[in-house]
């Protein structure tokens, strides 16, 4: 996960309305986050001064020390299937694979790429299907130079004609700065075949390109994509198809219309109409359109349009048609490939629907086209993070995962590890870190967390803080994410407190807060409408620790000191947004301006827009028309005749006034 989006998911403060627990499900997931280290702090003074002071600041409301029993009914049956599948195994244990796919792989893997090798796979008679060519390619992906050369073979040697979906794929491996060349080589391919890139795979490809600082690329990119969806972004038929179908509910007319149409299909027309088609509300649409074509036009679907349809239909609201399609696939001969399924099961897992990302996984794992263990560490991570985990899917996953002859790694442990802790099911936990143990996996940061996770989730905090303990004395020093569970622990529960009591014993131990942090903290502050609290303690870490706050953390609480009326405190915070080189946050200003607002509160924020210019035209405009739609003319006209000339004569400016200036 990366800052930003961590920034963004603790931006809400807790809620604890219901009685249970806010401790997010999904903060332990980032307890093996490389990204946070020890930083020297810059001040002398001890924290605790301080601390006192933002207390001090803040006095007068108190916390609260309601505890909540936690609510765990999970079937024992199922814990004890866990614990007893478990027969510790060495992590060396290696696979004899034997399916085609794993044949092709082994060849292509070798480094020897001779004649030989070339004889071998022509007397090998191995099939070559959509579904094993997405397989070796998806396995060689970090291998461009081999991914390439198999997928030439296949197509000079055996004559087999990639789908756009199979050159998308190679666009997505060929985008790194050694192979350019075949990048625009397979653009072009593309495009003279009728294919084109599908706004999914650009912006993937387009973020790829901005991580590698390959800024000239993406450029290029962005302007190929945009030039195509001038051109031929969607041709004419496809964009009559999709209007018919989006237009009104799926029926008799929509199909007299389309069969008026008399329209010549293929895999490539029918995967545009599948895309334009993706999202909620119009899934069952695609599956009706996807029945259509065959029953009334005779189109009949291969492996490509059944995968493309898959990748439509993994939501609630049409799940019952995505199992009904792929037994209709299986029936048909064809298979589920391994690229459509990790984008399913990512987009299930996203959907909270982890009975069926699981039943998926198994399907899968009874299939040639085994998921990787990486697969099966997500998915048990997703069951793991729930707000409820439930053990028969962990069961069902872990015991795919052995059957197919794999021995357990530690994030397979982990993930069991995760789901009984966040149960609170301690013991049982225990039994799991003694298995890890005697297959060769010592505890680490990440089994400790996820224990200080389950333990404050069930608030026990005093056990929850002698792990710590325990972890230093076992020689695994507790990392800044482990003090950061423990304290949003406290501060789910309204100790603030004591939450600022591990705050500086963390950082006695010789750790500064970061982002996450202090987002964890202000917003344990504001969850007890402390918000002058928040803003101390946020300013003394910016000033101090050279601490750059989240984005989200600045608009979380400029919003919570402007609904309390502290313009001063909020313009503050918006003149370090500026510093931290952040966009201007106007719209809450304006707000508040407009309606509660002096003209010298206005153009006190509108200097603070701009550290060295004035600000846009537009900002003007817009806190000129604040005070025009509340009524407050007089006081527009007074904040007119404070601004610069160009301002004043602007024509945007001027039709605002009208002959009144």
């Not at 009949?300 to 799940?319: A, F, M, P, Q």
């Not at 504001?526 to 601490?547: C, F, N």
Request: glycine content about 6%.
């Amino acid at each position: 996960m990366g800052a930003a989006e961590r920034g963004a998911q603790m931006a809400s403060p807790p809620n604890l309305g219901d009685g249970g627990s806010d401790l997010g499900d999904n903060d332990v997931a980032q307890i093996n986050d490389e990204g946070r280290r020890r930083r020297r702090r810059p001040w002398s003074s001890p924290p605790c001064l301080w601390l006192d002071e933002v207390s001090r600041i803040d006095r007068g409301l108190g916390t609260s020390g309601k505890t909540v029993k936690p609510k765990w009914d999970r079937k024992c049956n199922s814990l004890r299937k866990v614990l007893s599948l478990i027969n510790v195994k060495t992590h060396s244990q290696k696979l004899n694979f034997s399916s085609e796919p794993e044949s092709f792989l082994e060849i292509f893997s070798s480094n020897d790429w001779a004649k030989n090798l070339d004889k071998e796979l022509k007397a090998s008679n191995l099939e070559l299907t959509h579904e094993t060519i997405v397989y070796v390619l998806k396995k060689l992906s970090k291998d461009p130079e081999k991914a390439s050369r198999f997928l030439k073979w296949a197509v000079k040697e055996n004559g087999f004609q990639p789908s756009s979906s199979i050159y998308s794929l190679m666009l997505r491996i060929y985008a790194n700065k050694d192979f350019m060349k075949e990048f625009w080589v397979t653009i072009k391919e593309m495009k003279e075949k009728g294919y084109y890139v599908d706004e999914e795979t650009y912006r993937t490809i387009f973020a790829i390109f901005r991580g590698l600082k390959m800024e000239n690329e993406a450029t290029a990119l962005r302007h190929f994509y945009e030039r195509l969806i001038k051109e031929n972004a969607m041709d004419d038929r496809v964009k009559e198809v999709v209007e018919v179908i989006k237009s009104v509910e799926w029926g008799e007319p929509v199909e007299i219309q389309l069969g008026n149409m008399k329209l010549t299909v293929s895999d490539n027309f029918v995967l545009r109409v599948l895309k334009e088609l993706r999202g909620k509300g119009y899934p069952v649409k695609a599956y009706r359109f996807f029945k259509w074509v065959d029953e009334s036009l005779g189109f009949k679907h291969n492996s490509v349009t059944y995968n493309g349809i898959l990748r439509v239909l993994c939501w609630e609201d049409s799940i019952s048609e995505f199992w009904s399609v792929l037994e209709e696939m299986k029936s048909a001969g064809f298979e589920l490939d391994i690229d459509t399924y990790i984008k399913v099961s990512r987009q299930l897992q996203k959907n909270k629907m982890l009975g069926d990302a699981v039943k998926l996984y198994e399907h899968m794992m009874d299939s040639s086209f085994k998921p990787s263990v990486k697969e099966c560490n997500l998915l048990l991570r997703a069951i793991a993070t729930h707000s409820a985990p439930d053990l028969d899917l962990v069961y069902r996953v872990v015991n795919k995962f052995e059957a197919a002859g794999n021995s357990f790694s530690k994030n397979v442990y982990d993930g069991i590890h995760r789901s009984l802790t966040s149960l609170g099911k301690f013991e049982e936990a225990e039994q799991i870190v003694e298995k890890m143990r005697n297959a060769g996996y010592e505890p680490d940061n990440i089994t400790y967390s996820q224990l200080v996770f389950g333990l404050c989730k069930a608030r026990r905090f005093d056990e929850a803080a002698k792990v710590l303990d325990v972890m230093e004395e076992q020689g695994c020093a507790p990392d800044i994410m482990t003090w950061t569970i423990l304290i949003k622990g406290h501060c789910a529960a309204y100790e603030i407190e004591k939450a600022l009591l591990c705050f500086a014993k963390m950082m006695e131990k010789g750790f500064d807060a970061d982002a996450d942090l202090l987002d964890v903290l202000i917003n344990g502050f504001l969850s007890r409408s402390r918000t002058i609290g928040a803003y101390t303690l946020l300013l003394e870490l910016v000033q101090k620790a050279r601490l750059r706050p989240w984005q989200s953390t600045y608009k979380n609480l400029i919003q919570k000191l402007l609904g309390e009326r502290k313009l001063e405190e909020a313009m503050e915070l918006l003149r370090l947004m500026k510093k931290h080189n952040y966009p201007p946050f106007p719209e809450p200003f304006v707000q508040y301006i407009s309606k509660l607002g002096s003209v010298e509160d206005a153009w006190e924020f509108l200097m603070a827009l701009s550290v060295k210019e004035y600000p846009t035209v537009s900002a003007y405009q817009h806190v000129l028309k604040s005070f025009f739609d509340e009524g407050r003319h007089s006081e527009a006209k007074d904040l007119l005749f404070k601004c610069p000339h160009h301002i004043r004569k602007h024509p945007a400016i001027c039709s605002l006034f009208g002959s009144a200036i």
